[in-house]
């Protein structure tokens, strides 16, 4: 509180008025209201009316301006809200004005911490959808024509996020978010729109301009990697030519643009993420690299005895080295346990099928090993997981990987177990035949898969 006489010079301050302004009662009293108050526009930074003037004039309670910021003693600058009051004596005569303020730079960080998350995307830090529709409207101008708009989506999130977790595709959209931000230009606006669909807006950019922004975009991203996943994007744009062209019309080319070259962009980026899930998991588990590549062999000398065709041979030989993909979602804790699982790990683990269906069905050239390897638990007689197939139903290929999985299993040496002997193994599969493995199988596993006995 400040309060002045009818000259407006300071007769009384208050302690939270002398630590606001930094001038104490003794120096500041007699002195003019506007030399130690002095208060301008937070956004203009010019001088705000004096409110004391304000209130004496007008003879009544007058508020400050909004955006006023108080210039203290030693030249710092603090938000205020405050009141001006004209003082009377007892005959109703004006004798001077009190001021009453306070600080609201508290207040002010929120409301500016309210107005940056109605704007802008929490994860990224772009601006978000609902600041893309007010900022379209706002830049469809005559002005800013030729106006491009660019759609931006990234290639192989879910994949991303089903492999190696929603904290690697956070940080994989992250990384999208500041190759845009710093190839684009400051006057163009980029927007997170989807959760992995971006848009850049172009004003005043024609479509060879643009073309040169995605290129560099596009050579940005090729030096990108987060946790040996390579990013890829597909990018479709569009250019308004004309105030005659509808806005609405230039983003559904942009984003028919964006899709068509996404058909081909995004395949070529999953068979790339698809060898860089089994590199991961293999480097990190040693054991696992070794198991899937004797399973791929046994599966193709499986698949050789039964006289299958060369392509299907090679399907299974694929398939067998595959089939434990989805492991790399499955904590290493767990997979490198030297003992029994827990029921609750068990049930972890059982999960990989599913997992691995989802990594290989995300990319067509994998399709149909998707399918196999989400039936490489599957029993003979219906009792396996995750869907209870049974008999033929089971893919022939699923039920050779099965076969394979199991002996490899029984002869390869554990931490927690010794290795079967490869007549041990052929008569655990033999005691199974019927139950858990197809019939067929076994036998042609136990006649004529070794030249020399547990050699594959």
């Known amino acids: 509180m400040i309060s002045t006489d ?53 003879k009544k309670v007058v508020s400050l301006e909004n955006h006023a910021v108080l210039i203290t003693k030693n030249g710092d600058g603090i938000p205020i809200e405050d009141r001006a009051s004209p003082i009377t004596d007892m005959n109703g005569n004006i004798i001077g004005a009190v001021l009453v303020f306070r600080d609201v730079t508290d207040q002010k960080e929120k409301q ?13 830090g772009l601006f978000n959808r609902h600041f893309f529709a007010e900022e379209i ?132 980026m999953r068979n790339q993420t698809i060898k860089v899930i089994m590199h991961t998991l293999h480097e990190a588990n040693a054991r696992e690299k070794i198991h899937s590549e004797r399973v791929s062999k046994l599966c193709r000398k499986i698949g050789e005895a039964m006289k299958l065709d060369n392509e299907v041979i090679k399907e299974l030989e694929l398939a067998g080295l595959m089939h434990d993909i989805g492991k790399i979602a499955i904590n290493n804790d767990i997979l490198n346990k030297p003992g029994k699982l827990t029921e ?26 998707a399918e196999y390897v989400l039936s490489h638990h599957e029993r003979w007689d219906g009792k396996g ?41 052929i008569e655990e599969l033999k005691r199974c035949s019927g139950t858990q493995f197809d019939p067929e199988i076994v036998h042609a596993c136990q006649k004529y898969c070794w030249t020399r006995k547990g050699e594959f």
């Open 137 to 268: 409207k706002r830049l469809d101008v005559d002005r800013n024509l030729p106006f491009t708009i660019a759609m931006v989506d990234v290639n192989g999130l879910k994949l991303t996020n089903d492999a190696f977790g929603h904290e690697v595709g956070d940080l994989l959209l992250q990384s999208v978010a500041k190759v845009l931000k710093s190839e684009c230009r400051a006057e163009d606006i980029v927007s997170r729109i989807g959760g992995d669909e971006f848009v850049i807006l172009l004003p005043r950019t024609s479509s060879v301009e643009a073309e040169l922004i995605i290129k560099r975009i596009y050579k940005a991203m090729e030096l990108q990697k987060v946790d040996n996943v390579v990013i890829s994007v597909s990018i479709g744009w569009e250019t308004k030519e004309s105030s005659h062209d509808d806005i609405r019309e230039v983003f559904a080319k942009a984003e028919d643009f964006m899709y068509r070259k996404k058909i081909t962009e995004s395949q070529s």
């Open 344 to 369: 609750a790990e068990y049930e972890e683990v059982k999960k990989h099928p599913e997992i691995s269906y989802h990594i290989l069905k995300s990319a067509d050239v994998y399709t149909r090993l």
């Open 385 to 425: 997981y995750p869907r209870g197939l049974s008999g033929e139903d089971i893919p022939l290929v699923s039920r050779i990987i099965t076969v394979a999985d199991a002996y490899e299993a029984m002869t390869a040496i554990r931490t927690y177990k010794g290795a079967f002997s490869h007549e041990q193994a």
């Open 6 to 58: 009818q000259n407006e010079n300071i007769v009384l301050m208050n302690t939270v008025s002398e630590e606001l302004t930094g001038w104490k009662q003794e120096e500041a009293s007699g002195k003019p209201f506007e030399e130690v108050f002095k208060i301008i526009n937070e956004y203009t930074r010019e001088k705000c009316v004096n409110p004391v003037t304000k209130a004496l004039q007008l």
């Open 112 to 124: 500016k911490k309210i107005e940056y998350l109605s704007y802008h995307d929490q994860l990224t």
